[in-house]
């Protein structure tokens, strides 16, 4: 079985500031890496690397057997990624996206499914970039359980949500986990990482200046 994620020798300064270095991160199918630490440890910046945002200055990553650098495309279709903060295009609705994502995450009938699961009622027919950070999540959110993704990562999910979105963003990142999906993400309250049934903890400590 072609693990989910391997991370070898990751390494990222910025300046004379190590925010991490050697580091690496082995996940297999099913299983949760919680990234923990105070503001500004590298939790981002780690994921950035982890989903190609960010170049690091040294190591590799791989994504369901594929190299970030060398096969960026492959590497990219195993992951779905959650970011911080959501952007959406202009000129969309919340159902247009989602037939978006279905297309190319390469699950056009699992479209509905995406729609109930984002939960948004008569306010998945609205442009999208009229929605909150919390509406905006959700839609995405909902959206990265389309197709064949091995790999979810997101930073900070459950910023922003209230306790309905929370709930089911748990119900399905624990599903997911069950049909083999890995996770990482980023989170500062032990409640979300107890409530998504055991994970291993990363934690980051405060930058080091040289
Ligand atoms: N492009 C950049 N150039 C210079 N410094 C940067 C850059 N991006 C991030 N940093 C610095 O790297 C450090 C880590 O930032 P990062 O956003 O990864 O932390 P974090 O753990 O995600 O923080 P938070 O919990 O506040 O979201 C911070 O000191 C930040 O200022």
């Known amino acids: 079985m072609i693990a989910p994620l391997v991370a070898r020798g990751l390494t990222k300064r910025y300046g004379t500031t190590c925010l991490f270095e050697h580091l690496d991160l082995d996940l297999e199918a099913g299983e949760v890496l919680v990234l923990v630490g105070p503001n500004g440890a590298g939790k981002s910046t780690l994921i950035g690397c982890l989903t190609g945002g960010v170049v690091p200055d040294a190591g590799s990553v791989v994504l369901g057997g594929h190299d970030l650098r ?7 279709a195993a992951l779905r990624f959650l970011p911080q903060e959501v952007e959406v295009p202009q000129g969309l609705t919340g159902r247009e996206l989602v037939e978006f994502y279905a297309g190319v995450f390469g699950e056009p009938l699992g479209r509905e499914r995406a729609i109930a699961l984002a939960d948004l009622g008569p306010a998945i027919d609205h442009l999208a970039t009229t929605y909150s950070l919390g509406m905006r999540k959700r839609l995405v959110a909902a959206a990265l359980t389309l197709g064949e993704g091995v790999l979810y990562v997101l930073d900070e999910p459950f910023a922003g949500l209230d306790r309905q979105a929370r709930a089911a963003l748990i119900a399905a990142l624990v599903a997911a986990r ?9 989170a500062h309250d032990p409640e979300d990482i107890a409530a998504l049934g055991g994970a291993r903890v990363l934690e ?3 930058p080091i200046a040289a």
């Open 70 to 76: 060398s096969a960026p495309l492959a590497a990219r």
């Open 178 to 186: 069950a049909a083999g999906v890995a996770l990482v993400l980023s």
């Open 204 to 206: 980051l400590g405060r």
